[in-house]
C-alpha cells in the first residue's frame, strides 16, 4: 500500500505506521494508501521553515518572489495529467478538478503579476507619509516587514491543491515560508502537487513544508511571528482558535469557516426573462460542482412568493438527468462525495434539515450511477429541500448539509430577503440576480455586514461572471460571524496579512534614505549634471536639479487657450470674475505644468526614453501674468522594469518630483511625473 509522506526539514518522511490512517479511492472504495505523522518532530518542523525557508525568502525582493510564483505556476502546468488522473480518486470530475488544480495554479500567476504593486525592496510602505510637525522636520511613515516566523495552513478535503496554492502565493510573496496541513482523507493529492514543487527546486528549501496526517503538537511551538490560517468546518476552527498558544501569544487566527450561503430571485424577474435562466443556471451549477462540497455552495435559496412553483419546476427538470458517477467517465457530470465518512456526515446533517424541511427533489438513499458502483463509492443525488415558513424555522439557518443540498425559501418583499440572508448569521457569499439595478442596491447595501462577498448577476454581467461560488485571488475571500470572521487573499491586503506593520518616525532625510523615497522638505544633492543626461543606474534618490525661470504673458494665456480650446471665463473673461477668487484671468494649470516641462526638460536625444505618465498634481495658488515661475526637479523614486526579451533594452521608471515656484519662493504647483529610463 503506498505510503502518502510528509515532507519536512528538507526530507520526505513517514511517522509510524502503527497509527496510520487508511486513505481510500472515493469513487471505488478501494484503499490508495496510509498516512501517519507520529514521531515526527513538530518543533523542529517549525524551526526549520524560519532558519532556511524564512532566512532565505526575507533576502528576496517581492519582484523576485513574484517571479519564482510565476515559474512555480508555469512548472506546474508541465505536470497537469498525472494530477488531473490522481484528483479523480477524490471523486471529482474534470470540471471540478480543474477549478482545484487549475484555478490553484491561476492564483500563482494572480500572485506573481501582483508583484508589480510593490517596490523591488523587501518591505514596503503602506499608505503615504504623515507630517507631524509644522515646519516640515519631523514626519511619519509606515512600513512594512515579513513576519520572522512561518504560515501555518490548516486546509479541508474539499480542494487539495487550490486550498494549498491560493494560500501559499500570499504568504510566499509576502517573505514568510508555509507548512501546511491538508485534510488527510484528500492529502494524497496534496502530497503530489508538493512532490511536483520540491523537484522543481523553484523555492528555497523550507519555504514550503508538508504535513499529510495529524498536527499533532504543532501549534505548541508557534509565537507571536506565525501566522495560522483554517479553512473548513466552524466547530473545529473555534477549537483551534481558542487554542491556549494563539491565546497566549497572540498569533494572528484567519478562519474560512463553511457557512449557508444564499441566493435570491429579485421580484423584478419573470420566467421569460434572461435572468430567470441565469438563475436556474446558476444554482444548478453549485448544486452539482463538486457534489456540492465547497464552503461557497448555495445552501439557501430565497425566491419571491408567487414564483415558488415555477422556479420549484425550472430546478427539477435541471437537475432531472444528471448523469452521476466515475468522473473518470467524459459522460459523467457530477462524481462523488470525498468518502464514505463525508457521505454518512451530510446524510446526518439532512435529517437534520428534514425536521423543518421536506425533500422536494433526489433523495441520499438511492441514487443512479455510470460507470461505479453507488454502494461502495460515496456517491449521493442533488436534493433539494423547501421550507415554506422561513422566519420561524431555526435549523435551516444554522444547519449545514456539506453535499449537494439546498433548501428553497419564499420571501415577500426584498427587505425580508435581506432579513433571511442575515439569519445565516454571517456568510462567505451571497448572490441576487436581478435586472434591476435599484433591487440591486438595496439588497447590496441592506446585506453587506453579513457577508464577504456579494454577486450582482444579471444578462451583461453573466457574460463573464466568475460564479457565485469561485472566490478570486484579488478579492477577499472570508467573511463575518459563522464564515469565520476572516479574510484571505484579496489582492494586497492579503500580503500585508502575513507582515509586520510598524510605524517610522523621523526626519525626511531619514525616511527618503529609509524607504528609498524622496520626501519634501529631504536634503538633496546636485552635481552639476542635468539628471536627465543620466542613465537608469546613475541617477540617486533625491538629486535635484533647479532650473531657470520664465514669466508668465497674457499672450501666453491666451495662446494656450487657442491651442487646448479651453476658454474656461477664469482664463478668458475678465468680466466674469466678481465673486469668484480671482483678482484677474489666471493661467491654465495645465499650461504651468507645461511650462514646468519646458524649464526642467533636457531637449538633447539622451538615456530618458519617454515621458511615461503623470500620478498626481496640485494647483496651489493662482498664476497671473507677470508671475516668474521656477522649477526644483527631485529624483523621488526608481522602478526597476524587467526585461520581456533578449531584444529588450534595460530600463526602469523614474519617479520625479516637480516643485513650481514663483518669484516669492512660494509653491505653485506640485507633481509627480513619470519617464522611462535606459539603463546603462
Same mark, same amino acid.
Given at each position: 500500500?503506498?505510503?502518502?509522506?510528509?515532507?519536512?526539514?528538507?526530507s520526505?518522511?513517514?511517522?509510524?505506521?502503527?497509527?496510520?490512517?487508511?486513505?481510500?479511492?472515493?469513487?471505488?472504495?478501494?484503499?490508495?494508501?496510509?498516512?501517519?505523522?507520529?514521531?515526527?518532530?513538530?518543533?523542529?518542523?517549525?524551526?526549520? #521553515?524560519?532558519?532556511?525557508?524564512?532566512?532565505?525568502l526575507?533576502?528576496?525582493?517581492?519582484h523576485?518572489r513574484?517571479?519564482?510564483?510565476?515559474?512555480l505556476?508555469?512548472?506546474?502546468?508541465?505536470?497537469?495529467?498525472?494530477?488531473?488522473k490522481?484528483?479523480?480518486?477524490?471523486?471529482?470530475?474534470?470540471?471540478?478538478s480543474?477549478i482545484?488544480?487549475?484555478?490553484?495554479?491561476?492564483?500563482l500567476?494572480?500572485?506573481a503579476?501582483l508583484?508589480?504593486?510593490?517596490?523591488?525592496?523587501?518591505?514596503?510602505t503602506?499608505?503615504?507619509?504623515?507630517?507631524?510637525?509644522?515646519?516640515?522636520f519631523?514626519?511619519?511613515?509606515?512600513?512594512?516587514?515579513?513576519?520572522?516566523?512561518?504560515?501555518?495552513? +490548516?486546509?479541508?478535503?474539499?480542494?487539495?491543491?487550490?486550498?494549498?496554492?491560493?494560500?501559499?502565493?500570499?504568504?510566499l510573496?509576502?517573505?514568510?515560508p508555509a507548512?501546511?496541513?491538508?485534510?488527510?482523507?484528500?492529502?494524497?493529492?496534496?502530497?503530489l502537487?508538493?512532490?511536483?514543487?520540491?523537484?522543481?527546486?523553484?523555492?528555497?528549501?523550507g519555504?514550503?513544508?508538508?504535513?499529510?496526517?495529524?498536527?499533532?503538537?504543532?501549534?505548541n511551538?508557534?509565537?507571536?511571528?506565525?501566522?495560522?490560517?483554517?479553512?473548513?468546518?466552524?466547530?473545529?476552527?473555534?477549537?483551534?482558535?481558542?487554542?491556549?498558544?494563539? !491565546?497566549?501569544?497572540?498569533?494572528?487566527f484567519?478562519?474560512?469557516?463553511?457557512?449557508?450561503?444564499?441566493?435570491?430571485?429579485?421580484?423584478?424577474?419573470?420566467?421569460?426573462?434572461?435572468?430567470?435562466?441565469?438563475?436556474?443556471?446558476?444554482v444548478?451549477?453549485?448544486?452539482?460542482?463538486?457534489?456540492?462540497?465547497?464552503?461557497?455552495?448555495?445552501r439557501?435559496?430565497?425566491?419571491?412568493?408567487?414564483?415558488?412553483?415555477?422556479?420549484?419546476?425550472?430546478?427539477?427538470?435541471?437537475?432531472t438527468?444528471?448523469?452521476?458517477?466515475?468522473?473518470?467517465?467524459?459522460?459523467?457530470?457530477?462524481?462523488? !462525495? #470525498?468518502?464514505?465518512?463525508?457521505?454518512k456526515?451530510?446524510?446526518?446533517?439532512?435529517?437534520?434539515?428534514t425536521?423543518?424541511?421536506?425533500?422536494?427533489?433526489g433523495?441520499?438513499?438511492?441514487?443512479?450511477v455510470?460507470?461505479?458502483?453507488?454502494?461502495t463509492?460515496?456517491?449521493?443525488?442533488?436534493?433539494?429541500?423547501?421550507?415554506?415558513n422561513?422566519?420561524?424555522?431555526? !435549523?435551516?439557518?444554522?444547519?449545514?448539509?456539506?453535499g449537494p443540498?439546498?433548501?428553497?425559501?419564499?420571501?415577500h418583499?426584498?427587505?425580508?430577503?435581506?432579513?433571511?440572508?442575515?439569519?445565516?448569521?454571517?456568510?462567505?457569499?451571497?448572490?441576487?440576480?436581478?435586472?434591476?439595478?435599484?433591487?440591486a442596491?438595496?439588497?447590496?447595501?441592506?446585506?453587506?455586514?453579513?457577508?464577504?462577498?456579494?454577486?450582482?448577476?444579471?444578462?451583461?454581467?453573466?457574460?463573464?461572471?466568475?460564479?457565485?461560488?469561485?472566490?478570486?485571488?484579488?478579492?477577499?475571500?472570508?467573511?463575518?460571524?459563522?464564515?469565520g470572521?476572516g479574510?484571505?487573499?484579496?489582492?494586497?491586503?492579503?500580503?500585508?496579512?502575513?507582515?509586520?506593520?510598524?510605524?517610522?518616525?523621523?526626519?525626511?532625510?531619514?525616511?527618503?534614505r529609509?524607504?528609498?523615497?524622496?520626501?519634501?522638505?529631504?536634503?538633496?544633492?546636485?552635481?552639476?549634471?542635468?539628471?536627465?543626461?543620466?542613465?537608469?543606474?546613475?541617477?540617486v +534618490?533625491?538629486?535635484?536639479?533647479?532650473?531657470h525661470?520664465?514669466?508668465?504673458?497674457?499672450a501666453?494665456?491666451?495662446?494656450? #487657450?487657442?491651442?487646448?480650446?479651453?476658454h474656461?471665463?477664469?482664463?478668458?473673461?475678465?468680466?466674469?470674475?466678481?465673486?469668484?477668487?480671482?483678482?484677474k484671468?489666471v493661467?491654465?494649470?495645465?499650461?504651468?505644468?507645461?511650462?514646468?516641462?519646458?524649464?526642467?526638460?533636457?531637449?538633447?536625444?539622451?538615456?530618458?526614453?519617454?515621458?511615461?505618465g503623470?500620478?498626481?498634481?496640485?494647483?496651489?495658488?493662482?498664476?497671473?501674468?507677470?508671475?516668474?515661475?521656477?522649477?526644483?526637479? +527631485?529624483?523621488?523614486?526608481?522602478i526597476?522594469?524587467?526585461?520581456?526579451?533578449?531584444?529588450?533594452?534595460p530600463k526602469?521608471?523614474?519617479?520625479?518630483?516637480?516643485?513650481?515656484?514663483?518669484?516669492?519662493?512660494e509653491?505653485v504647483?506640485?507633481?509627480?511625473?513619470?519617464?522611462?529610463?535606459?539603463?546603462?
Amino acid at each position: 500500500m503506498k505510503l502518502v509522506q510528509s515532507y519536512v526539514c528538507g526530507s520526505w518522511q513517514i511517522g509510524d505506521l502503527s497509527s496510520a490512517q487508511v486513505l481510500y479511492n472515493a469513487v471505488t472504495g478501494e484503499p490508495i494508501g496510509q498516512a501517519s505523522t507520529k514521531g515526527l518532530d513538530f518543533k523542529n518542523i517549525v524551526e526549520y #521553515a524560519r532558519k532556511h525557508g524564512g532566512t532565505a525568502l526575507s533576502k528576496m525582493t517581492f519582484h523576485e518572489r513574484g517571479l519564482m510564483l510565476r515559474a512555480l505556476a508555469l512548472h506546474l502546468r508541465n505536470h497537469l495529467p498525472e494530477l488531473y488522473k490522481c484528483s479523480y480518486q477524490s471523486g471529482a470530475t474534470k470540471a471540478d478538478s480543474w477549478i482545484d488544480i487549475e484555478g490553484g495554479i491561476g492564483n500563482l500567476f494572480s500572485y506573481a503579476s501582483l508583484r508589480r504593486q510593490f517596490p523591488d525592496e523587501y518591505f514596503c510602505t503602506d499608505g503615504d507619509a504623515v507630517p507631524l510637525g509644522k515646519q516640515g522636520f519631523f514626519m511619519a511613515q509606515h512600513i512594512l516587514v515579513p513576519k520572522e516566523g512561518v504560515a501555518v495552513h +490548516i486546509n479541508a478535503f474539499n480542494f487539495p491543491v487550490w486550498g494549498m496554492l491560493e494560500k501559499i502565493a500570499v504568504n510566499l510573496l509576502a517573505g514568510v515560508p508555509a507548512i501546511v496541513k491538508p485534510a488527510t482523507v484528500t492529502s494524497y493529492l496534496t502530497e503530489l502537487a508538493v512532490k511536483i514543487i520540491i523537484d522543481s527546486k523553484i523555492l528555497p528549501e523550507g519555504a514550503l513544508q508538508l504535513i499529510t496526517g495529524s498536527a499533532g503538537d504543532l501549534l505548541n511551538h508557534l509565537s507571536y511571528q506565525d501566522v495560522v490560517t483554517f479553512t473548513g468546518s466552524a466547530q473545529t476552527g473555534a477549537m483551534l482558535k481558542a487554542h491556549p498558544r494563539i !491565546l497566549g501569544e497572540n498569533i494572528p487566527f484567519n478562519m474560512e469557516a463553511d457557512s449557508l450561503n444564499a441566493i435570491v430571485l429579485g421580484n423584478d424577474v419573470a420566467p421569460s426573462d434572461p435572468e430567470w435562466d441565469i438563475f436556474i443556471k446558476e444554482v444548478r451549477r453549485e448544486l452539482t460542482i463538486k457534489a456540492g462540497q465547497k464552503c461557497t455552495a448555495i445552501r439557501r435559496i430565497f425566491i419571491p412568493h408567487d414564483k415558488v412553483n415555477a422556479v420549484v419546476e425550472a430546478l427539477k427538470a435541471a437537475l432531472t438527468g444528471l448523469v452521476i458517477g466515475n468522473p473518470a467517465n467524459e459522460k459523467v457530470r457530477m462524481g462523488s !462525495l #470525498a468518502g464514505q465518512d463525508q457521505k454518512k456526515e451530510l446524510k446526518a446533517q439532512l435529517s437534520k434539515l428534514t425536521a423543518e424541511s421536506s425533500i422536494i427533489f433526489g433523495s441520499l438513499d438511492e441514487v443512479d450511477v455510470l460507470d461505479a458502483d453507488a454502494e461502495t463509492g460515496a456517491f449521493v443525488s442533488p436534493v433539494l429541500l423547501y421550507n415554506e415558513n422561513p422566519f420561524s424555522s431555526v !435549523l435551516v439557518h444554522e444547519v449545514e448539509a456539506f453535499g449537494p443540498v439546498s433548501t428553497i425559501m419564499p420571501y415577500h418583499h426584498l427587505d425580508e430577503a435581506i432579513h433571511l440572508t442575515k439569519l445565516g448569521k454571517g456568510s462567505l457569499v451571497s448572490t441576487i440576480v436581478t435586472a434591476d439595478d435599484r433591487l440591486a442596491r438595496q439588497f447590496v447595501l441592506g446585506a453587506a455586514t453579513h457577508h464577504g462577498r456579494i454577486l450582482i448577476l444579471n444578462r451583461t454581467s453573466a457574460k463573464e461572471s466568475t460564479g457565485h461560488g469561485s472566490p478570486l485571488p484579488l478579492l477577499i475571500h472570508g467573511g463575518p460571524g459563522r464564515a469565520g470572521g476572516g479574510e484571505e487573499m484579496g489582492g494586497v491586503r492579503g500580503v500585508k496579512h502575513y507582515m509586520q506593520r510598524v510605524a517610522v518616525q523621523g526626519s525626511p532625510t531619514s525616511l527618503t534614505r529609509l524607504i528609498n523615497q524622496y520626501q519634501p522638505n529631504a536634503e538633496t544633492i546636485s552635481d552639476g549634471k542635468h539628471p536627465f543626461r543620466k542613465y537608469f543606474d546613475e541617477l540617486v +534618490i533625491g538629486e535635484e536639479w533647479v532650473t531657470h525661470k520664465r514669466t508668465v504673458t497674457d499672450a501666453d494665456i491666451v495662446n494656450f #487657450a487657442n491651442v487646448s480650446w479651453d476658454h474656461f471665463y477664469a482664463h478668458t473673461d475678465h468680466t466674469s470674475l466678481e465673486g469668484t477668487i480671482f483678482e484677474k484671468p489666471v493661467a491654465h494649470g495645465y499650461f504651468i505644468l507645461s511650462a514646468a516641462a519646458g524649464l526642467f526638460v533636457d531637449p538633447a536625444k539622451g538615456p530618458v526614453l519617454l515621458n511615461y505618465g503623470l500620478e498626481e498634481c496640485r494647483f496651489l495658488k493662482p498664476v497671473y501674468a507677470g508671475t516668474t515661475i521656477g522649477v526644483r526637479l +527631485i529624483c523621488k523614486q526608481k522602478i526597476k522594469q524587467e526585461t520581456k526579451s533578449e531584444e529588450d533594452i534595460p530600463k526602469g521608471i523614474v519617479k520625479w518630483y516637480v516643485e513650481v515656484l514663483d518669484q516669492q519662493n512660494e509653491l505653485v504647483a506640485v507633481a509627480t511625473i513619470l519617464t522611462m529610463v535606459k539603463m546603462k
